[in-house]
């Protein structure tokens, strides 16, 4: 596999003047998603205010994120609070610490003793308080396999010992943990799945059973959450659903192009080109609020645009030779303007103590990757590597 040539992924449209599509228009060019990030007369699809009482559309009537103008700027205000004092270094450090930590136990080699005994990771009470075993099912499921399906055999021939699968056993937990941590709720093993439960019917169109459930996963954050006014608990959930997915993704995507780059490519530079050219975050959305011109084409009031971070990210007008790998050109991947993502610095530090170990640990196995199907998010599902 070629990691200095990235090519686009499936779907991905090519770079040209905005176009009618089905829902809306689709924005693709470098300078026209820019324009409309930052232009006032485009606005965010904004969330029906939800009944008071901890469900779903509670949350998304409460959030910044899907705010109208007018209660935008004080709700952003509570998150981008909340994350001033969460210290990008720190989050760092602890997010390598525990990585080091799982990856330890993956590695330790499998034995009779290990064979019955629940696999234990080392304690971490002021990381990640409540971390009882790997696989969070309190099972003691094998080390060795964590995340993977079951190998069939004794301990000692196990073809699965010292695999692990990258997504389930790190991108989907470790972050969400570190974050909820320093956001003080009462138990972040807990609601790590709690927050992907929310997160998987945040935007709109999940199935009623998705939207159930999470309904269920908010009166739960919200019970392990500091005491706080409502809009001010659901902006710091918020947090935590905003980071699920997304730096997942980009976890798993840094992990793939990584474990294949030289060791030599800063994490650092790694993380910021796969950003570019692999972006979790594939897209968002806006609605005009009135005519406007755009790239060109005249675009009527009430209209949907879907502003495409994947093919702006490659336009060649912004970035000469776009599918080459090149660290320092930066990426429209974390949004721009007043609503572009507070959390940045906080998204990097965290994938990059966790991607720094792996790839001071691990192999890539050369599995298939495969993604998780979403309009918006590029998540891989699994990523298969070995743990030395
Ligand atoms: C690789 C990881 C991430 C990516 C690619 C990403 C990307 C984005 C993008 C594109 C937006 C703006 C959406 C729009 O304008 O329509 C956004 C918003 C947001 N992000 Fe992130 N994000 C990431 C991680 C995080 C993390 C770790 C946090 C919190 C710690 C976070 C918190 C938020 C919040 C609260 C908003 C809404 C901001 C507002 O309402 O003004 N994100 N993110």
Not at 67 to 77: C, D, L, N, T
Not at 217 to 225: I, R
Request: include cysteine; glycine fraction near 10%.
């Amino acid at each position: 596999m070629s990691w200095s040539i990235i090519a686009p992924a499936p779907g991905t449209p090519p770079c040209g003047p905005p176009t009618p599509g089905t829902d809306g228009w689709i924005v693709t060019r470098h300078v026209d998603v820019l324009a409309v990030l930052t232009d006032p007369r485009c606005v965010v699809p904004a969330a029906a205010p939800g009944p008071a009482g901890g469900t779903l559309a509670w949350l998304r009537g409460a959030v910044s994120r899907f705010s109208p103008p007018e209660q935008h700027p004080a709700r952003r205000a509570v998150g981008v609070a909340a994350l001033a004092d969460l210290d990008p270094d720190e989050l760092r450090t602890t997010a390598a610490r525990a990585t080091a930590a799982l990856l330890d136990v993956v590695a330790a080699p499998a034995g009779p003793a290990d064979a019955a005994a629940p696999a234990t990771v080392p304690p971490h009470p002021a990381i990640l308080p409540g971390r009882a075993d790997v696989d969070g099912s309190g099972a003691g499921a094998p080390a060795a396999r964590a995340g993977m399906p079951p190998a069939a055999g004794g301990p000692g021939d196990d073809p699965g010992a010292g695999r692990v699968d990258v997504m389930a056993l790190l991108a989907r937990r470790v972050p969400v943990e570190v974050l909820a941590a320093g956001l003080g709720l009462a138990d972040p093993v807990a609601a790590a799945p709690a927050v992907a439960a929310v997160a998987a019917a945040y935007h709109p169109g999940a199935d009623p059973a998705a939207v159930a459930a999470a309904d269920r996963a908010v009166a739960a954050l919200l019970a392990l959450s500091p005491p706080a006014p409502p809009e001010v608990a659901a902006n710091r959930i918020g947090l935590l659903v905003q980071a699920c997915d997304a730096t997942a993704g980009l976890i798993g995507a840094a992990v793939r192009w990584g474990l294949a780059a030289p060791a030599a490519v800063p994490t650092a530079d790694l993380l910021a080109e796969v950003l570019r050219l692999a972006p979790p975050v594939r897209a968002t959305r806006r609605v005009t609020t009135v005519a406007l011109r755009l790239g060109g084409r005249t675009i009527g009031p009430d209209t949907p645009l879907l502003l495409r971070f994947d093919a702006a990210n490659r336009d060649p007008a912004a970035h000469p030779e776009p599918d080459r790998f090149r660290p320092g050109r930066g990426s429209l991947t974390f949004g721009a303007g007043p609503r572009g993502c507070p959390g940045e610095r906080h998204a990097l530090a965290l994938a990059e103590g966790v991607v720094g170990e792996v790839r001071r640990r691990c192999a890539a196995t050369g599995g298939p990757v495969t993604h998780e199907p979403h309009p918006t998010l590029h998540v891989p599902t699994q990523i298969e590597v070995s743990v030395r």
